[in-house]
């Protein structure tokens, strides 16, 4: 069962990324506030919540939050900040383009970079342990995965319909035969062994 809030007495947004293991394409991050009320029987940690039902609440998170917004930070900023960098970058822009300024963020993980002058809490694994953090990891993973399944079209060698970017056997596997592309993370040391040699 999820927690409602972690401060009753505060607005607080919920924040999370998506993507941030990915060998290829952007790290999404969401900043949702809900209402104190809201309730949806399958809202959970979207890596517990299978593929349709992810949209489902999609919709419904979109519908019902008091104020909610996406960001994202292609694989070129990755590659020049650091994953972990433009993972909090990506939340601080998803919490600036929110209408409605929280008193608190409450942040999925252990680490944080602090937000001008709003209070934060880090809590591991608080996707699967507060409402505004599940919600805020729905939308970053369903907003990436549909921004993937555009790439693939252009890209379909590399499986993205079906990895969404990460390093599975099929995805390094084409990264062998065709090399990388121009959307992958090159600062991740993706390439195998004997192409950095051939590159060199």
Known sequence: MLEKYYDKSLTEAGCDEAGRGCYAGPVFAAAVILPKDFYHPLLNDSKQVKEKYRNE???FIEQNATAYAVSMIDNKEIDKINILKASFKAMHNAIDKLHTQPALLLIDGNRFTPYKNIQHHCIIK???KFASIAAASILAKTYRDEY?????KKFPQYG???NKGYGTLIHRNAIEQFGVCKHHRMSFNILPKQIELFKK
């Open 57 to 59: 609440l999609r919709l």
């Open 148 to 152: 993937m399944l555009q790439l693939h």
């Open 160 to 162: 993205w319909n079906k």
């Open 126 to 128: 608080g996707d699967g």
